[in-house]
Every structure is written in C-alpha cells, then in structure tokens.
C-alpha cells in the first residue's frame, strides 16, 4: 500500500519536471514615429517548430538550413496574429530576419517595418501569437509611441490594448501595475521549481522532530509560527534581489541562477529526511531565497522596462508573486497540519514525497548546468 502510495505522488509530481522550464514569451519591441512604424520581434524557435514544424531530421535542434527556407512562411505566420492600427490598419512586414540567443535557447529575430494612416493619435494592438497552442505563452511588448515608453504584457485576457500618445496618463499606469500584479501571480504558480523549493519547507511545518523521531505540533499556531518565519524569510530575500536584478544593479549568469535554484530544491528536500536546519528552516528561506529572486527577475530584465515605468510595474510583479505565494501557504497549511498524525502523511509524503523532489530537482541540476535536455519540454 505505502509503495502504491508512493507511485501516485510520483505521477503526480513529475510532470513538473517538464513545466519547470521557462514559460513561453516572445519579445515584441516598436517604435511609431508619426506615420513610420519598426520594431523587432524575438519568437522563439521551439515555438515557431511547435506550430510550424522546422525541425526535418528530428534530432531536436533547429539549424540556419532548416530555418532559412521557412522565412517567408514563419514571417506570414507571425503577421496573421499581430495588427496595429492609427487612423486605420497599420501595414506591417518583415524586412530581415535573424538568429539571436536569449537564455532559454535560440530565437528567430524578425525585423518589422510599417506604416499607419494617421500620423498622431492612439494606437490600437492585437497580439494573438500561440495562444490558441499554448494558453501560457506571453508576449512582453515595449512600445515607444512618439517618443514616450510604455510596456505591457500581452495574454490571451490582455492580447488587445490601447496606447495612448503623450504623457502616459494615471490610468494607464495603474492599468500596467494591475497587469504586472496578475503577471507576478501567474509566474510563481507557473514556476514548480520555486513552488517545490517552498513546499519542502512548509511540508515539515505541521510537525516537530525529536530525538530522530517525527511528532505532531499540538496546535495549530505552533505550525502556523514556522510557516510565517519561512515565508517571510523567503519574500525577504527573493524580494531583495528580485529588485537590485530588475534595476540592473546586480547580474548574474542565468544558467549559474537556475542551477543553484535546483540545488536549493535538492538540499530542502533532503533536509526533510536528515535534517540540517530542523527549527532554522528559515535560514534555508533566506539564503536561497536570494537567488531564487535572481530567476524572478528573469522575465523582467529579458522585458527591459523603461524607467519611467520600472518601479510601478516591478512593484506589482513583486506583490504578485507575494500573493501567489500565499495563495499556495493557504491551501496546503490546513491540508497538511488536518494529515499530520497519518503514517501516510510523515512516510508517503514527508518521506516518498522528498525523495521524488530531490530525484526531480537533480534531473534539472543536469540539465542546467550541462545545458542538456534529459526531459522533453
């Protein structure tokens, strides 16, 4: 029965090992002059292969001779799910196109160039690239519209927007802090490798250990006591570096920040079945928690937020990802502390459960630091 018990959890937790990879994103920059329109789109080439199919040979890598001869079909894929209008549609189309290396693998570069009727006024945008494919694909847009700058992440919910030239109003601003709010929501749920880390925490919160042994915390307030050091010792730290990467302050490699954040998950598992940090988890928080901030502020720095705008939009992300976080802390807190005198809960999954966390965060330590792809994403 324990090993049937077991096998469930594994099912269910190795799929995670395929999600943790970064979220799909493209990289959308225009520039609108009056009349004159360009910009640069960065897709992904895992993408553009998912929906077209530029992979011949099957060997899992996309080549300049595979890619080349596709230019004019990827560049007529890409323009039927983007349209701008000012004073009516905007032409838009594909003046070069390149091979650039983002840090998630190689993106197909298209250089855009335009018109629109009208030389001032608002301009509308609808983004619809993967969505009908893959309902988590974002397009992260930087739009300098007559010289002033605006972002906004584009989602199924928010592919259609309106820009307004001049000043950027009051509402618009807290139209993006609303949008960078969910954006940060959205990525800590999407991000099983933050959320595994914290959970190999939290999971022991419910009990105390002595002499070896596990035994129930009496109270609820004991269990909520630990999670409250380990949560907040994790929004410190993460909260911390997520800002000083976003401003450019502090850069680091992003296979060496993916690769700790593997080895974090790894040892807060294994601290579950020998523990190091048994009443100071929230030491473990902290300390990784700084470098877990680090792959928090990947899809900001990618994004380039311009300063007018920085703080507002990395104030939302930030508060998102504290909610959602809290979100995860609320629904498993009553769960495990309602399951901590069952033999299946300190064995199944205090005991199983680690062991299938660290066997799934030494898969990504491999694939990271050797740049390998052991799972299909």
């Given at each position: 029965?324990?090993?049937?018990?077991?096998l469930l959890i594994l099912l269910l937790l190795c799929p995670l090992a395929v999600l943790a990879h970064k979220a799909s994103d493209s990289y959308l920059v225009l520039d609108i002059k009056g009349r004159e329109l360009s910009?640069?789109?960065?897709?992904?080439?895992?993408?553009?292969?998912?929906?077209?199919?530029?992979?011949?040979?099957?060997?899992g890598e996309i080549t300049w001779g595979e890619l080349r001869p596709r230019h004019a079909d990827i560049a007529a894929w890409a323009l039927s799910r983007l349209s701008l209008q000012r004073g009516g549609a905007c032409t838009?189309?594909?003046?070069?196109?390149?091979?650039?290396?983002?840090?998630?693998?190689g993106y197909a570069v298209l250089r855009l160039a335009g018109a629109c009727p009208a030389a001032s006024g608002d301009v509308a945008l609808n983004y619809r690239l993967l969505f009908e494919l893959d309902a988590l694909h974002?397009?992260?847009?930087?739009?300098?519209?007559?010289?002033?700058?605006?972002?906004?992440?584009?989602?199924?919910?928010?592919?259609?927007?309106?820009?307004?030239?001049?000043?950027?109003?009051?509402?618009?601003?807290?139209?993006?802090?609303?949008?960078?709010?969910?954006?940060?929501?959205?990525?800590?749920?999407?991000?099983?490798?933050?959320?595994?880390?914290?959970?190999?925490?939290?999971?022991?919160?419910?009990?105390?250990?002595?002499?070896?042994?596990?035994?129930?915390?009496?109270?609820?307030?004991?269990?909520?006591?630990?999670?409250?050091?380990?949560?907040?010792?994790?929004?410190?730290?993460?909260?911390?570096?997520?800002?000083?990467?976003?401003?450019?302050?502090?850069?680091?490699?992003?296979?060496?920040?993916?690769?700790?954040?593997?080895?974090?998950?790894?040892?807060?598992?294994?601290?579950?079945?020998?523990?190091?940090?048994?009443?100071?988890?929230?030491?473990?928080?902290?300390?990784?928690?700084?470098?877990?901030?680090?792959?928090?502020?990947?899809?900001?720095?990618?994004?380039?937020?311009?300063?007018?705008?920085?703080?507002?939009?990395?104030?939302?992300?930030?508060?998102?990802?504290?909610?959602?976080?809290?979100?995860?802390?609320?629904?498993?807190?009553?769960?495990?502390?309602?399951?901590?005198?069952?033999?299946?809960?300190?064995?199944?999954?205090?005991?199983?459960?680690?062991?299938?966390?660290?066997?799934?965060?030494?898969?990504?330590?491999?694939?990271?630091?050797?740049?390998?792809?052991?799972?299909?994403?």
């Amino acid at each position: 029965m324990m090993l049937r018990r077991c096998l469930l959890i594994l099912l269910l937790l190795c799929p995670l090992a395929v999600l943790a990879h970064k979220a799909s994103d493209s990289y959308l920059v225009l520039d609108i002059k009056g009349r004159e329109l360009s910009g640069q789109w960065d897709i992904a080439l895992r993408d553009i292969d998912f929906a077209l199919g530029l992979d011949n040979d099957g060997n899992g890598e996309i080549t300049w001779g595979e890619l080349r001869p596709r230019h004019a079909d990827i560049a007529a894929w890409a323009l039927s799910r983007l349209s701008l209008q000012r004073g009516g549609a905007c032409t838009l189309q594909v003046a070069h196109h390149q091979v650039d290396d983002h840090t998630d693998g190689g993106y197909a570069v298209l250089r855009l160039a335009g018109a629109c009727p009208a030389a001032s006024g608002d301009v509308a945008l609808n983004y619809r690239l993967l969505f009908e494919l893959d309902a988590l694909h974002r397009g992260l847009l930087r739009l300098s519209l007559d010289g002033v700058a605006q972002t906004a992440v584009l989602s199924p919910d928010s592919g259609a927007q309106r820009f307004t030239s001049g000043t950027v109003s009051f509402a618009s601003r807290l139209a993006q802090f609303r949008q960078y709010l969910v954006e940060g929501i959205w990525h800590i749920w999407i991000g099983f490798d933050h959320i595994l880390f914290l959970l190999s925490l939290l999971l022991p919160a419910v009990l105390l250990r002595e002499a070896g042994h596990w035994r129930s915390a009496a109270r609820f307030g004991d269990a909520l006591r630990e999670v409250v050091w380990v949560v907040t010792a994790f929004t410190a730290a993460h909260s911390i570096t997520l800002t000083l990467a976003a401003l450019g302050l502090i850069s680091l490699p992003s296979r060496l920040v993916e690769s700790v954040i593997a080895v974090s998950v790894v040892l807060a598992a294994a601290n579950n079945l020998k523990p190091l940090f048994d009443r100071r988890r929230w030491m473990m928080a902290f300390g990784f928690g700084l470098i877990h901030g680090f792959g928090f502020a990947s899809v900001l720095a990618e994004l380039g937020l311009p300063k007018e705008t920085l703080v507002l939009s990395l104030l939302g992300f930030n508060l998102g990802v504290e909610i959602g976080q809290l979100a995860i802390v609320a629904v498993c807190l009553p769960l495990t502390y309602a399951l901590r005198n069952s033999v299946f809960y300190r064995r199944g999954v205090i005991g199983g459960g680690s062991l299938i966390i660290i066997a799934i965060a030494l898969v990504w330590l491999i694939e990271r630091a050797f740049d390998l792809k052991l799972m299909s994403a």
